[in-house]
């Protein structure tokens, strides 16, 4: 599996939200997780071993964030709303 295979097979959902984000892969691949805020502070950090994950994110406030998803050879970042 190349990494651009492992970026398309990773589901981020719902977006905007306000109390959880799921995050899915087809794969059972150890990721780890990161939110930062818009000055690039890190919020939140886990690690994820299972195919799909629930994060609690009701402890944010509104506005946006960024979700860096981590592999083993790969990294993708996303935006998130958080309302």
Avoid: C
């Amino acid at each position: 599996m190349t990494e651009n295979d492992d970026l398309a097979i990773i589901s981020f959902y719902p977006n905007p939200a306000s109390d959880w984000v799921m995050i899915e892969h087809v794969s059972l691949v150890k990721m780890s997780v990161t939110i930062f805020d818009i000055l690039v502070n890190v919020i939140l950090k886990i690690e994820v071993s299972s195919t799909n994950q629930i994060i609690d994110i009701s402890m944010l406030g509104n506005g946006m964030y960024i979700v860096a998803i981590t592999g083993d050879d790969w990294t993708t970042q996303r935006k998130i709303i958080v309302e």
